[in-house]
């Protein structure tokens, strides 16, 4: 039995990163000979067998011909007749297309090699348009791999372009498409995922909310940046400074998605813009099928991001309405997470990225000190329902004004 090591294995091993995972082909095999000799088959689409001991996944050599739309419109064959030249042409990038034999012979048809060491991403056949998921991958590793200097070569971005104008991306189904979204937040630079969709025209039709952001302005004065979509990516750089969590992120990204419906008319003013995006965003969400923790942090930032801005100028009782509204006197609360998304907010602009952001702690020292009254007076007198809250309350806003009066005397 003939192996190959292949894929990002290969690629990461040159690039002297971690193997996380390793993928094997196999050559000269058939799915019967494969399970006598102990591999258990686990693929649906084309045989795939993991090895009796290690595990590690086990694919045939296989080819691929498209036969209808979209990434599920695929005929496989496999069989021991397949080349492994054959097998590593279907693959997507020259960079994922290299093998290795289990002594370490590198098998390179592509010119993988050189790809990897001008750091281009580049396709190695036209197949690589029958596959709109292959935008999704590629704006996925510009996300993982921009820091090395990685580039897409030319030809492959004009053929990303010709898949979207085609309308082949719009056979992606929402479920991949928050894969994908999914990977390229937790990557090292997510912000390149989203500009490498839009320089291919795909992040219109993928995220549309977020294209319509770039070209509005807003005000210099406390955005020299301007364009609303550099901001939006400007606080997803912050947010991946500050958090490793993609709620965190993810909240930062779509925070001003209500600045996208502001009439020119009233630009670069966005009066209201927090309110006026909750519906886009909650359209957003059940377009791709947005997770409920990343769905309630992004509505929270959303909503109360100028508040944690302004938090020195907030009134007790408006502070303290403020906390409740996120949650902050439950035990299990975001409040930290939001926090953290605000902070990117506020750095995610020209000249401020090293500025300190003191609301976080005045929010913070605040929740702690509401939460610590002591309510068993109230608890004893009897008082129920609404009264009670209320109760509660004048008790938690005269905790929040001894935190707020605290800073005043400094």
Avoid at 35 to 40: D, S
Avoid at 317 to 325: K, P, R
Wanted: proline share 7%.
């Amino acid at each position: 039995m003939k192996t190959y090591l292949v894929g990002g294995a290969v690629r990461d091993k040159l690039l002297g990163l971690p193997i996380l995972e390793r993928d094997w082909v196999v050559i000269g095999e058939t799915p019967e000979s494969m399970v006598a000799q102990g591999f258990r088959p686990v693929g649906k689409d084309f045989p795939v067998f993991l090895h009796p001991k290690t595990q590690e996944e086990y694919a045939l050599a296989r080819t691929e011909r498209k036969t209808a739309p979209g990434y599920k419109g695929f005929t496989v064959h496999a069989s021991p007749e397949v080349t492994l030249e054959q097998d590593l042409i279907r693959r997507d990038l020259t960079i994922n297309a290299i093998a290795m034999t289990p002594d370490g012979e590198l098998i390179d048809p592509y010119d993988g090699q050189q790809d990897l060491a001008n750091r281009v991403f580049r396709h190695i056949s036209p197949a690589f348009s029958e596959d709109p998921v292959r935008i999704l991958r590629l704006a996925r590793f510009t996300a993982r791999f921009a820091h090395l200097g990685f580039t897409i070569a030319p030809e492959t971005l004009a053929l990303m372009r010709t898949m979207v104008n085609s309308g082949e991306i719009d056979a992606l189904v929402p479920e991949r498409v928050w894969a994908e979204l999914y990977k390229a937040l937790i990557e090292q630079s997510p912000e390149h995922f989203f500009t490498t969709l839009r320089a291919c025209s795909a992040l219109k039709k993928i995220l549309p909310e977020l294209d319509n952001l770039f070209g509005v302005p807003q005000p210099e004065r406390y955005h020299p940046e301007i364009d609303t979509g550099v901001h939006s990516l400007m606080c997803l750089q912050q947010a991946v400074k500050l958090s490793d969590k993609p709620e965190v992120r993810f909240a930062a990204l779509v925070h001003d998605l209500g600045k996208g419906l502001t009439s020119p008319e009233y630009w670069p003013s966005h009066h209201g813009h927090e309110q006026n995006g909750l519906p886009v965003l909650d359209a957003l969400c059940a377009r791709l099928r947005v997770p409920n923790s990343f769905k309630s942090l992004a509505r929270q930032v959303m909503e109360y991001h100028t508040h944690c801005h302004k938090a020195f100028e907030l009134r007790a009782s408006t502070l303290t309405d403020v906390l409740q509204n996120l949650g902050a006197f439950k035990a299990e609360n975001s409040l930290p997470d939001f926090l953290l998304a605000c902070e990117a907010d506020a750095k995610g602009r020209t000249g401020f990225e090293e500025k300190p952001y003191p609301q976080a702690e005045l929010f913070t020292k605040a929740a702690l000190a509401a939460n610590a009254i002591d309510n068993t007076e109230i608890i004893n007198s009897g008082l129920q329902g609404p009264k009670f809250g209320e109760a509660l309350r004048c008790l938690r806003i005269k905790a929040v004004t001894e935190v707020i009066n605290s800073y005043k005397s400094l």
